[in-house]
């Protein structure tokens, strides 16, 4: 425990729910935070990676401005930040390396919005999972077919919501405007869901949307036969897999998702990253190169501690090559390569990561028979158009199958109108979507 004084009214006592910005989408974070006369204690959870109640300690607040460190094993992790308000905190996290934005917002002191009368909370049991979900349901006549909503990658609640914007929550009101009923729901281990999400596979997740469709298939209150998959960046991986599969599906949206397999995205946005490296370009392709080749170690089960080194002399080359100005920034070089490995592994070990390295969606696009809507938005840095319109224009070509593929130009990853596209200005962007978003998804699942 840290003592700390506070010159400021706003108090971190509390819990603060939010996350951190990282390739691909958000990673959930959780603060409990107490106070009492020797100052505050807490605790982090981390649910996509399987972490509760890792200890924060320090705990500091000077004004405004707090840090909060933890640490496991090795692995040092250092919060700051500043008070935007009484119930909302941003700023950068930082592991030893480069920084990455975090923002949170205190839960447990905001006020419940109450629930629109068209909304029915439901608990659906697939084996001994339970899945948590709502069902929103048009005032008027339905009608279309029940639209069920997957979120992306990274843990996420039923409204999939990324710094304050409730992505599927705004687009399930909407929707019943237009007569359009849907049902989103949290993912394993989040909300009213129970499992462990990093120990959740791609057929996991299949299972659980086929689940939420059969459950209304034999619902005496809610029943449907027909359905529509919506899936944003990974999960659009799931709706396309069910689509493929599943007679009962009538539409396919993609929204953000994903042509090329999780190995070769994470290649792509690790290049990006690199690209204003000032070390020479051989050296970053060969980090690059042995970060894969733990990809296919772990996946493939192959020679795991080989893969290890090669990594870790990779990264080595790449630190020590450095400028001097930045290489004298880093404490211990040793450790942050033993850190970088160390994490990487665990990563790519996690069941879920495991399950989309090498699989490639375009194969089920391949298959599919129902009409398709793909949308990307043209800002978009983590599902960018360049790597994925053409591999999916052609799969749906190949499928024979009637589809559209929309860009919205000024939109990122969540559709938001975008400045940069980058994910690290999330939290500052209006929490709405890009104007015609929602009135063209809309006009097609109508006219489809």
């Known amino acids: 425990m840290s003592t700390s004084q506070i010159f400021s009214q706003n108090s971190l006592q509390g819990i603060w729910e939010g996350g951190i910005t990282v390739p691909g989408g958000e990673l959930k974070i959780i603060f409990k935070i107490d106070k009492s006369a020797a100052g505050y204690s807490g605790t982090l959870d981390i649910p996509q990676q399987g972490a509760k109640g890792l200890n924060l300690d320090p705990i500091s607040q000077t004004g405004d401005s707090i840090s909060l460190t933890f640490s496991v094993g090795q692995i040092t992790g250092l919060f700051t930040g500043n008070f935007n308000s009484e119930t909302e905190i941003s700023g950068n996290y930082s592991q030893g390396g480069p920084t990455t934005p975090f923002s949170v917002e205190r839960t447990s002191l905001t006020t419940a919005q109450p629930k629109p009368e068209n909304e029915t909370d439901l608990i659906i049991s697939n084996g001994e999972i339970l899945i948590g979900g709502t069902l929103t349901l048009p005032t008027g006549d339905v009608k279309a077919p029940l639209l069920i909503m997957s979120s992306g990658s990274g843990v996420q609640n039923r409204d999939s919501e990324v710094f304050g914007f409730k992505i599927f929550s705004d687009m399930a009101q909407r929707l019943a405007e237009e007569g359009i009923p849907s049902f989103r729901y949290d993912d394993r281990g989040v909300g009213e869901s129970t499992g462990n999400f990093g120990e959740t596979t791609l057929q996991d997740l299949a299972s659980d949307v086929e689940t939420i469709m059969s459950y209304f298939q034999n619902d005496a209150i809610n029943k449907f036969q027909d359905f529509a998959l919506l899936g944003h960046s990974q999960g659009g991986v799931v709706a396309g897999k069910v689509a493929a599969e599943n007679a009962a599906v009538d539409q396919l949206i993609l929204m953000g998702s994903t042509a090329p397999s999780l190995s070769e995205i994470l290649r792509y946005q690790v290049e990006f990253a690199y690209a204003a490296s000032p070390v020479e370009k051989s050296l970053v392709e060969k980090e690059i190169n042995a970060r894969e080749e733990l990809m296919k170690a772990i996946a493939f089960n192959n020679d795991i501690d080989a893969a290890k080194v090669g990594y870790n002399q990779a990264y080595s080359e790449l630190l020590n090559a450095l ?106 962007l209006d929490k709405k979507f890009v104007d015609g978003f929602l009135e063209h998804i809309i006009k097609w699942i109508t006219a489809n």
């Open 323 to 428: 400028p001097e100005t930045q290489k004298n920034s880093i404490p211990d070089i040793s450790a942050m390569v033993n850190n970088q490995t160390q994490q990487l592994a665990q990563i790519y070990s996690s069941p879920q990561v495991k399950s989309l390295l090498f699989y490639v969606p375009t194969d089920d696009l391949e298959k599919i028979t129902v009409p398709t809507l793909v949308l990307f938005g043209g800002k978009d840095t983590q599902v960018t158009i360049t790597q994925n319109q053409a591999r999916m224009r052609k799969a749906l070509e190949i499928s024979g199958t009637e589809f559209e593929i929309k860009i919205f130009d000024d939109a990122n990853h969540l559709f938001q109108k975008a400045n940069t596209g980058l994910a690290s200005e999330y939290p500052q």
